[in-house]
């Protein structure tokens, strides 16, 4: 039947299209993503970012963001599956729901897919996850997510994050720095308006704790 015919070549045209984008990006800069032009049209939040390579980043960030989102992030090969089973434990026992997305799986998302939580987009994010751990690796996609994050409303990027809340260059970034903007991650357009609020510095101690427990540098295979 031609319709199942039009399905094959709709699944594998796009099947092409994530290959093509996936190595496109290995390569050159993520232009936008769909959380991006959500805002800008749905929200008009006006949009802060700019582009720059790890090289040009902090490694204190960096080691941040692993301390607060993804602490076995070189580790694991996308998916942190000790940190899902003790996830979903915490919730049989009745603690406070939480999620388990390593920094891979939000890299995945953040490029190539949107947000929601239907079984369809958590397996294109299982894909994608697999698909940039295989062709980009650690350092290619710490470099991607630092670069796409969102940091407030409208800041995405750490160059953009790091102008807007300390006036400097992201290469530039003290380690209590990197731990507060570390610490806007989970609701980054709440917290960002108040930087020295009550919960940010508490939570930046923590992440600094982590920081040295993790050895003060993060290093790449």
């Not at 031609?2 to 290995?26: D, E, M, P, Q």
């Not at 949107?114 to 299982?126: F, H, M, P, V």
């Not at 894909?127 to 800041?155: Q, S």
Request: positive net charge; contains cysteine; charged residues 20%.
């Amino acid at each position: 039947m031609k319709i199942f015919k039009w399905v094959k070549r709709i699944i594998i045209g796009l099947f092409l299209l994530s290959i093509v984008l996936t190595f496109t990006y290995k390569w050159i800069p993520v232009p936008f993503t769909e959380l991006m032009l959500k805002r800008y049209f749905i929200n008009g939040s006006k949009i802060e970012k700019k582009w720059i390579p790890i090289n040009s980043i902090s490694n204190s960030i960096q080691l941040a963001v692993v301390s607060s989102e993804d602490q076995n992030f070189i580790k694991h090969h996308g998916f942190d599956f000790k940190q899902i089973q003790k996830v979903l434990e915490d919730q049989q026992e009745g603690g406070r729901v939480r999620g388990a997305s390593t920094i891979s799986q939000q890299t995945a998302k953040n490029v190539f897919l949107w947000d929601g939580k239907n079984y369809i987009r958590k397996g294109l994010e299982a894909y994608f996850t697999c698909l940039i751990e295989w062709v980009w690796g650690k350092k290619r996609i710490m470099e991607v997510y630092l670069n796409v994050i969102e940091f407030g409303d409208g800041i995405y990027g750490i160059e953009a994050a790091s102008q807007h809340y300390f006036g400097k260059s992201a290469s530039n970034l003290t380690k209590a720095e990197s731990a507060t903007l570390a610490a806007l991650l989970p609701n980054p357009r709440k917290y960002g308006k108040n930087i020295n609020g009550r919960y940010i510095q508490k939570r930046k101690i923590w992440i600094l704790k982590q920081m040295r427990n993790l050895g003060g540098t993060l290093i790449y295979p």
